[in-house]
T-cell receptor
Framework: LAKTTQPISMDSYEGQEVNITCSHN???????ITWYQQFPSQGPRFIIQ???TKVTNEVASLFIPADRKSSTLSLPRVSLSDTAVYYC??????????FGSGTQLTVLP | NAGVTQTPKFQVLKTGQSMTLQCAQD?????MSWYRQDPGMGLRLIHY???????DQGEVPNGYNVSRSTTEDFPLRLLSAAPSQTSVYFC????????????????FGPGTRLTVL
């Protein structure tokens, strides 16, 4: 299973765009990249998933370069309620999700 | 739909006691899994199931048993509780296991906070 590396923490201000980068140098050909969000005392919640190039949904965008060794989660115009831990996961056919330590995003007023 | 439900929400055990954490989903999902999350850490996979009657070990299976007799239920048993098992336990389900690649969205329950004294 590919290991992921992401910053431990990030601070941002309300209304700014936040980019969280994840490194996954050993990603396999059939691996997808998935991001989850977790609030305190809650289970993680799926945000977005992609394989290559760019994926966008109503919450976020995911940018994946051609070599797929990294990915960037982009949160447009964050608010205080976006304060959470964000996990980057890489998964293929192994039927397992491996969560790293995640990135604690703190949005300041 | 209730989604993924877990009971109890909180539990305190003494060392050596056994108990079962309950997990149920009403979405007819094939794939179910159990994670534990220690303070300030990410989630670690304990056991998972790709369908009724099929279970497999995850990253940290020791001290835990699971069974999957129905699609809906996936209980986690602690055989002889130890202080090292103090953690928050999350159950999750997904429509499929993604055996051909790709990661299907997992839906997580609210968690069970377990303390072992």
């Amino acid at each position: 299973l590919a290991k992921t590396t992401q910053p431990i923490s990030m601070d941002s201000y309300e209304g700014q765009e936040v980019n969280i980068t994840c490194s996954h140098n050993n990603i396999a050909t059939n691996d997808y990249i998935t991001w989850y969000q977790q609030f305190p005392s809650q289970g993680p919640r799926f945000i977005i998933q992609g394989y290559k190039t760019k994926v966008t949904n109503e919450v976020a965008s995911l940018f994946i370069p051609a070599d797929r060794k990294s990915s960037t989660l982009s949160l447009p115009r964050v608010s205080l309620s976006d304060t959470a831990v964000y996990y980057c996961l890489v998964r293929g056919s192994a039927r397992q999700l491996t969560f790293g330590s995640g990135t604690q995003l703190t949005v300041l007023p | 739909n209730a989604g993924v439900t877990q009971t109890p929400k909180f539990q305190v055990l003494k060392t050596g006691q056994s108990m079962t954490l309950q997990c149920a989903q009403d979405m007819n999902h094939e794939y179910m899994s159990w994670y534990r999350q220690d303070p300030g850490m990410g989630l670690r996979l304990i056991h998972y199931s790709v369908g009724a009657g099929i279970t497999d070990q995850g990253e940290v299976p020791n001290g835990y048993n699971v069974s999957r007799s129905t699609t809906e239920d996936f209980p986690l048993r602690l055989l002889s509780a130890a202080p090292s098992q103090t953690s928050v336990y999350f159950c999750a389900s997904s429509p499929h296991s993604g055996t051909s690649g790709g990661a299907y969205e997992q839906f997580f329950g609210p968690g069970t906070r377990l303390t072992v004294l």
